[in-house]
């Protein structure tokens, strides 16, 4: 694999790996991809940070990049933006990246070896990353942050349609209840407490007739959002809240106080 470094400044390799990459396919499961955002201030000596932006249900993969691109640029942060494909192994699925498991693919340790590639590839810094995602990006956010805490510097979900509790109680999704037999990893609460989480909402995206037609009744947006946030604050995790006044079902509409929350933890580093 090359890395950027081994590249001479003139080569035609360094612009096709800089500002806006193709799509790779995920080492290990090249079903799934990724593109990149590197921002011209990365240098092969800098061990850039990384944000990994995980889309929803639509897959508009070329709108995530683009919409996080001046928060890259100002702040000197590789966005990588994976793509699960529909359709793997069901025709017509459109959610099982969702859950983290599926046909046999761990879509979150797709996203660690796709970090690791990121790591080789630009020398960038992925032991712990920005983690965000909209609805369906935001329901694998949060279940990925349960699983690998260590991973994760910090995390923004956003309106999710189905949240999974901090409670062994509730099978996996519901809870965190047989994650050791299903993904090897027992959930520590103390653990993803140490992560500060975002939970952002529009504050008109009820969305409870969507929610119903593909099975999940009961909980508008905004409700599975506080029942999130009551469970991660049970166990001790930072939650900060916002509702979007005037804001729908949109990603765009709720990036605003995501790129707010990362500029805020990212100066608390320095």
Known sequence: MI??????????????????TPFFAAPGEPRC??????????TPGSETSVMVAVHGTGR?????REGFIPFA???????????FPAGIDDPDDVHDYKLIEAHGIRFDLVVLDILEQVRLRWNARVDTVLLCGHSG????????????????????????????LLDQSFTWPAGTGGTAQRFGITVDPGAVATVPVLLVVGGDDDGRADLAAM????????????????SLARHGTVVRKVVVPGVGHSAPGTRPPVTEFFADHLAGQR
Do not use: M
């Not at 508009?60 to 995530?64: K, Q």
């Not at 099975?215 to 009551?230: A, C, I, K, M, T």
């Open 3 to 20: 890395r950027v470094e081994d590249l001479p400044a003139a080569h035609p390799g360094r612009r096709l790996l800089t500002k806006r």
């Open 73 to 83: 640029e100002q702040h000197n942060v590789i966005v990588v933006t994976p793509l």
């Open 60 to 64: 508009n993969v070329g709108e995530l």
């Open 215 to 230: 099975g999940y009744s009961g909980h508008s947006r905004p409700e599975q959002l506080d029942r999130l946030g009551d």
């Open 33 to 42: 991809s990724y593109c990149a955002y590197v921002p011209q201030r990365w």
């Open 137 to 164: 990006g935001g329901q694998f956010a949060h279940r990925f942050l349960y699983l690998h805490p260590d991973r994760v510097g910090a995390v923004a979900v956003s309106a999710p349609g189905s949240v999974t």
